[in-house]
């Protein structure tokens, strides 16, 4: 008798389970530090961005007597990667394209202050594969939304990283 209350309890238990909704997320976190921190020589009043420290280096520059231009980084090797380009200008954007037959379906994009400006030091010289306006896709997607009027796309810009 015991077994059977257990077994029934059991059974009842995994039912609510099973037939419980459960909601879960995805995030996309887009980061890229401040590869060379060095004064801007276009503009004193800021840092170098990955479009002008590679230009530098490339000419020599940010050598400081060492013999070696900064950044060590190989930064179109890491910025011309097929899948950070795709991810940083459309990526999200067409993941959640193809849940939009889905009426509560979306994501969330946290992209960073640096990477922003990065991305867009390199889409307004179009280098390495971005392009301008490369922001309209996750605008786009941002004003898809659920069926209950929530953004498909969620988009939290935080803070710049060094």
Known sequence: MKKSIYLLIFIFTLTIQISAQVNTSYLWHLQQPIYWPEQSQSNTYRYQTVKESHDIKMAGGNNYGTGTSHPTNNLSEIFGNDDRKNIYQHGARNA????LGYPDAGAQVNYSGCLIENVNSLANANQWGYYSGWNNNYSEARGWTTSDGFP?????????HV
Not at 96 to 99: P, R
Not at 152 to 160: E, H, K, M, Q, Y
């Open 96 to 99: 959640v394209y193809n849940l």
């Open 152 to 160: 498909r796309l969620d988009i939290v810009g935080f803070t710049f």
